[in-house]
């Protein structure tokens, strides 16, 4: 078999010859000699068109009965059709059936909710919008791994099961072998979590960062890439339970390093999609979001913007907007107050740095000034906050009081201040999330419709 994408990217090779192809049919329409069948073969976002006649088919009557997704071979030639929808078509000489559809198969032609589809996530593939999406994810998470292997970053994959907290936040997924139904006490009474993993303490990581942070002292210059876990019950757009991350860590790089390596690897992601992409891209520009493409381009056109935490609280006060959740110096920014900074103010992508120290995570770089630290998360209109980093804290007694401060234990992190005991050296790194990217990539509004199988609060079926 040929495949649809290729019948259409060399379509010269193919016009006047006899071609085979399988797939599944997307529409059908028949009268009483001549029919058309869309099929689809999964290697490309276009159908082929296939035309059935009487005449040549000894099983049309059959073909043109068939329901929508049923499978088939097809054989036929290939003739252009220039001028038409589609440049090609194939006109069937024989059609061999490989399993009818039947009839209840809910994909019909009309237009169904992403609420829905979502319902049916063993079938939603086959839709336009998820064959975009899925597609474009495939190709985004190798955009990914080109970029920094182009570089010649080392890919070193972190565990999911460890025994830290690499964001000190408590939000970990625990992981269990104890018996339930004879859990392990402690004198106080309380559950022995220390009895979690054949005897020690264990949870589904976070982050691949400290790991990261381990390899990049070795090899200077590393990315993680793989699933993290959140452990948050966040019933939001762009929150989910299980999520993928990608984590690069550059040594002998500061705050502005890492910033940079930040705007050339979404861009290089962006300018790769839209070339590999196009069918999908533009399918996402008419129907998703209009106007996606030109502003995409914008993005990559232009230099994001860098502003401090503090300018950023001031611009955010002075400009009289009346917030859910008013604005001030020390607190966190929320959604609304990033996209209205992003959306409103900037307009366009923007690093916020030096956040408070004691809004973000004991490993960043403590800022002269004592009360902020080396961080930065880039904001972007329509989501805001799609990546979270910082120049890490090298000094290890700075370090040391920092764990001591927020009551973690030292205990813990052994190794981790080791590493800033044999040979420390400035060091950087960032995540971005992998389904956030894609929404800004594709214009779609819920982290639910760009992952195959969602894994929010209450939601594991599929
Ligand atoms: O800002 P976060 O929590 O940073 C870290 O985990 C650092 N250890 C990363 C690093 O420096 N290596 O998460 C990074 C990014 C966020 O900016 C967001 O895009 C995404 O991960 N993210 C989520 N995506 C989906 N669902 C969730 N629950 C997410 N939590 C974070
Ligand atoms: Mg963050």
């Known amino acids: 078999f040929v495949t649809i994408k290729e019948l259409y990217r060399n379509k010269e090779e193919y016009i006047g010859k006899t071609v085979k192809v399988a797939g599944w049919i997307r529409t059908s329409r028949a009268s009483k000699n001549f029919g058309f069948v869309e099929l689809n073969d999964g290697s490309f976002f276009k159908n082929m068109q296939i035309v059935l006649s009487d005449e040549k088919l000894e099983n049309f009557k059959e073909i043109t009965k068939l329901p929508i997704s049923s499978s088939i071979l097809v054989e036929g ?48 593939p086959r839709s336009n919008t998820f064959s975009a999406v899925f597609r474009v994810r495939s190709l985004t998470a190798y955009a990914i791994h080109k970029f920094f292997q182009d570089r010649n970053f080392v890919y070193s994959h972190s565990p999911i099961i460890t025994g ?3 964001e000190g936040a408590g939000e970990m997924f625990r992981l269990t072998t104890m018996d339930l139904n ?14 979690d993993f054949f005897g020690k303490e264990a949870n589904l990581t976070v982050s691949g960062q400290l790991n990261a942070e381990i390899m990049a002292l070795a090899f200077r210059n590393v990315y993680t890439f793989g699933p993290t876990f959140r452990a948050e019950n966040s019933n939001t ?10 984590e690069p860590e550059i040594a002998f790089a500061d705050l502005e390093d890492n910033m940079e390596l930040a705007e050339d690897m979404i861009k290089y992601i962006i300018n790769y999609v839209m070339e590999n992409a196009p069918e999908e891209m533009e399918f996402f520009n008419n129907f998703v979001d209009k106007g996606l493409i030109e502003r995409l381009t914008n993005v990559v056109n232009s230099e994001f913007k860098r502003l401090p935490y503090t300018e ?88 040391l009081d920092r764990i001591k401060e927020l009551g973690l234990n030292e205990e813990d992190y052994w190794w981790y201040l080791e590493l800033r005991k ?7 790194g960032f995540g971005l999330g992998f389904e956030r990217m894609l929404m800004y990539l594709t214009g779609m509004q819920n982290i639910r419709d760009v992952i195959p199988f969602p894994r929010t609060p209450k939601n594991a079926e599929f």
């Open 77 to 124: 030639e290939l003739v252009s059709t220039e001028g038409a929808k589609q440049p090609v078509e194939i006109q069937a000489t024989n059609i061999i059936l490989e399993g009818e559809s039947d009839s209840s198969y809910p994909l019909q032609k009309k237009r169904h909710t992403l609420e829905y589809l979502r319902t049916i996530a063993h079938l939603r």
């Open 164 to 166: 830290s907290d690499c």
């Open 182 to 195: 004879n859990i392990p006490k402690t004198e106080e009474g309380h559950v022995d979590y220390s009895k």
């Open 237 to 246: 757009v762009k929150h989910a339970s299980e999520f993928w991350m990608v």
């Open 312 to 399: 950023a609280i001031e611009l955010l006060q002075k400009s009289g907007h009346k917030f859910e959740f008013p604005v001030e110096w020390g607190c966190d920014l929320q959604t609304e107050h990033e996209r209205y900074l992003t959306e409103e103010i900037i307009k366009g992508p923007v690093f916020v740095t030096d956040y408070p120290k004691d809004i973000k995570a004991f490993y960043m770089r403590l800022n002269p000034d004592g009360k902020t630290v080396r961080a930065t998360d880039l904001l972007v209109p329509g989501i805001g906050e799609i990546i979270g980093g910082s120049q890490r804290e090298e000094r290890y007694d700075v370090l």
């Open 422 to 428: 044999f040979g420390t050296a400035t060091h950087s």
